[in-house]
C-alpha cells in the first residue's frame, strides 16, 4: 500500500456503525433546555426540612388535647422550619427563575395549602379521640354521681376546690357561696383545713373517700369540674375550658346546650352510648 493510499483513508470520515461501543453514555448526555432536573443536595435538604415541619404540625394538631399546653413544643418548631424552608424555597425559585424551578416549588406550596386547609379536620378528630378514650375512665364517675344524689357542683384545681355550694382552697378554707357571696366560713382556732373540709363534705353528705376517689379520677382523666343535673353529668376538661364530654341516662334526652352548660351555645358530638362531646 502506498503512502498516497494510507493518507486518503486516515483522512475518510468515520462511517456509521451499529455497535454499542461508539453509543454516548448516558451520563454525557445534554439536558434539553427546559427540561426537569433534580435538585441539588441542598435543595433536597431544604424540601426534606419543610416537609418535616409540616409534618410536626399534623402531628401538634392530632395530640394537642393529650399535651395541653406542652403541644407547644411542637408547634414551635414546625411552624419554624416550614418558615425557613418557604423563605428559601421562594428565593430560589425567582431567583434566576426557569420553568425547572417553578415545577419543583410547586408540589411544596401545594401540601402546606392542604395542611393549612385540613387543621380544623385534625383538631377537630384528635378532640373526638381524646373524649372518647376518656368515656371508659370516667364512666363509673357520672354513675356513682346520679346514683347518690348528693353532688350537684365538684371541682378541682391546683389552688381551688368547689363542692355543691362552697368554694375555696382546699388547703386553707373553703368559702360558703350561699346566701351570699360575702358569707364566709372558717376552720376554728387549732383545727386543720383537711379537718374542715370534711365537715363541709359531711355537710353535703358526701363522704371523703367518695370524694377523693372522685377527684382522683378526675385529675387523671384531666377534668377540673363535673356538673350533675337530673339524668346527666358533664365533665369540663380543664386544659380546654371549652370543651366538655357529657353523659345522659338511657332514654333521657340531652337538654338544651344554650342553657345546660354555661348559657353558650355548643357543638354537640354523639360518641355513642349516652355520651356526647360538647365544643364551642
Known amino acids: 500500500m502506498s503512502t498516497a493510499d494510507l493518507g486518503a483513508r486516515v483522512e475518510m470520515p468515520a462511517r456509521a456503525t451499529a455497535s454499542m461501543a461508539l453509543v454516548p453514555l448516558a451520563g454525557a448526555r445534554q439536558l434539553v433546555p427546559g427540561a426537569t432536573r433534580a ?76 395542611t393549612v386547609a385540613t387543621s380544623d379536620l385534625r383538631t377537630e378528630f384528635g378532640t373526638e379521640a381524646f373524649a372518647s378514650s376518656r368515656v371508659t375512665l370516667l364512666a363509673p364517675v357520672a354513675d356513682a354521681v346520679l346514683r347518690s344524689g348528693r353532688i350537684e357542683v365538684l371541682g378541682v384545681g391546683g389552688s381551688w376546690a368547689e363542692i355543691n355550694e362552697y368554694w375555696g382552697d382546699p388547703q386553707t378554707e373553703v368559702y360558703s357561696l350561699q346566701p351570699s357571696r360575702s358569707a364566709r366560713m372558717e376552720p376554728s382556732s387549732g383545727r386543720s383545713a383537711s379537718s374542715f373540709l370534711d365537715d363541709v363534705l359531711r355537710t353535703e353528705g358526701v363522704s371523703r373517700a367518695e370524694y377523693d376517689r372522685i377527684t382522683a379520677v378526675m385529675t387523671r382523666a384531666g377534668v377540673d369540674r363535673v356538673l350533675a343535673r337530673p339524668g346527666h353529668v358533664s365533665f369540663r376538661f380543664g386544659q380546654n375550658g371549652s370543651t366538655y364530654l357529657v353523659y345522659a341516662r338511657p332514654g333521657q334526652p340531652l337538654a338544651s346546650t344554650t342553657s345546660y352548660l354555661e348559657r353558650t351555645t355548643m357543638r354537640r358530638t354523639p360518641l355513642g352510648d349516652g355520651w356526647y362531646l360538647l365544643r364551642r
Not at 409534618?55 to 411552624?79: E, K, N, Q, R, S
Open 39 to 114: 435538585p441539588t443536595n441542598a435543595m433536597l435538604w431544604v424540601f426534606v426540612v419543610g416537609y418535616g415541619g409540616l409534618a410536626t404540625i399534623c402531628a401538634a394538631d392530632l395530640l394537642a388535647p393529650w399535651m395541653g399546653w406542652a403541644v407547644a413544643l411542637l408547634y414551635a418548631p414546625g411552624v419554624l422550619c416550614t418558615m425557613v424552608t418557604g423563605a428559601i424555597l421562594g428565593l430560589y425559585t425567582v431567583w434566576k427563575p426557569t420553568e425547572r424551578k417553578f415545577r419543583q416549588a410547586m408540589v411544596p406550596a401545594v401540601v402546606f395549602v392542604a
